[in-house]
C-alpha cells in the first residue's frame, strides 16, 4: 500500500449504530487530520493530531470519537449519529508543520450515510 | 484568521482554451497557498504549493499558478484546458503556525467542453 487508506469506502449506518473509520499512512509523516466535505459546503477540519498527540478539535461534536494510538493509524468512531452527518469523511496526513513542507496527502475518503 | 475565497463555484470552458481559477485569501501572516484536485468518488491531491521563493509555481498536468501579495490572489491557469482535466479544484490556506489543519475554500468545478 503506497500514500493514504481509507477503510470502509462506503459505509451506511442508523442512528443508534456504532461504528469506526480507519486510516492508515505510508509516507513516514507524524501529523494525521480529519476532514469532514459536505455538500455544498467547504472542507471542515475535525481533528488535528501531531506526534500522536491531539492539539486541534473545531468544536465538533462529542458523537465523533478521534483515537490515534501511532503516527502510521487515525481512527474516527462514531456513535448516535444525526442524518445531517452524511458526508465524505477524509483522512490526510503531513510531516509535523514544524520541520517544514506544509502540504497534505488526502487518502481517497469514506462516504458515509445515515439513515 | 484565515480565509480563502474562490470567485466561481462553476467554471466552464471549451477544450485547447486557457484555463484560470480565481483564488484570494486573507492570512495575518505570510501564507502557505496551495491548490488541490479532486476528480469523482476520490480524494484530494496536491496539484501545486506556494511556500517562499518564487512566486510563479508550477505543478503538475501543466498548471501553475502565481502568488500576488499586493492583491492577495493565487489564481491557477493552465494555458490549454484538457477534457481529463474536468473536476473540482480547491485553494486552500496554512498559517504556518504550528500544527494545524488547512482552510479551503469553498472549490470550482471547471467543466470543459468539446
Known amino acids: 500500500e503506497t500514500g493514504v487508506t481509507q477503510t470502509p469506502r462506503h459505509l451506511v449506518m442508523g442512528m443508534t449504530n456504532k461504528k469506526s473509520l480507519k486510516c492508515e499512512q505510508h509516507l513516514g509523516h507524524n501529523a494525521m487530520y480529519w476532514y469532514k466535505q459536505s455538500a455544498k459546503k467547504p472542507l471542515e477540519l475535525m481533528f488535528v493530531y501531531s506526534l500522536e498527540e491531539r492539539v486541534e478539535n473545531n468544536s465538533v461534536p462529542s458523537r465523533f470519537s478521534p483515537e490515534c494510538p501511532n503516527s502510521s493509524h487515525l481512527f474516527l468512531h462514531l456513535h448516535t449519529l444525526q442524518p445531517e452527518d452524511s458526508a465524505l469523511y477524509l483522512c490526510?496526513?503531513?510531516?509535523?508543520?514544524?520541520?517544514?513542507?506544509?502540504?497534505?496527502?488526502f487518502g481517497p475518503g469514506t462516504r458515509l450515510t445515515v439513515t | 484568521a484565515q480565509s480563502v475565497t474562490q470567485l466561481g463555484s462553476h467554471v466552464s470552458v471549451s477544450e485547447g482554451a486557457l484555463v484560470l481559477l480565481r483564488c484570494n485569501y486573507s492570512s495575518s501572516v505570510p501564507p502557505y497557498l496551495f491548490w488541490y484536485v479532486q476528480y469523482p468518488n476520490q480524494g484530494l491531491q496536491l496539484l501545486l504549493k506556494y511556500t517562499t521563493g518564487a512566486t510563479l509555481v508550477k505543478g503538475i498536468n501543466g498548471f501553475e499558478a502565481e502568488f500576488k501579495k499586493s492583491e492577495t490572489s493565487f489564481h491557477l491557469t493552465k494555458p490549454s484546458a484538457h477534457m481529463s482535466d474536468a473536476a473540482e479544484y480547491f485553494c486552500a490556506v496554512h498559517s504556518g503556525g504550528g500544527a494545524d489543519g488547512l482552510t479551503f475554500g469553498k472549490g470550482t468545478h471547471l467543466i470543459i467542453q468539446p
Open positions: 490526510a496526513s503531513s510531516q509535523d508543520p514544524g520541520t517544514g513542507g506544509r502540504e497534505q496527502y
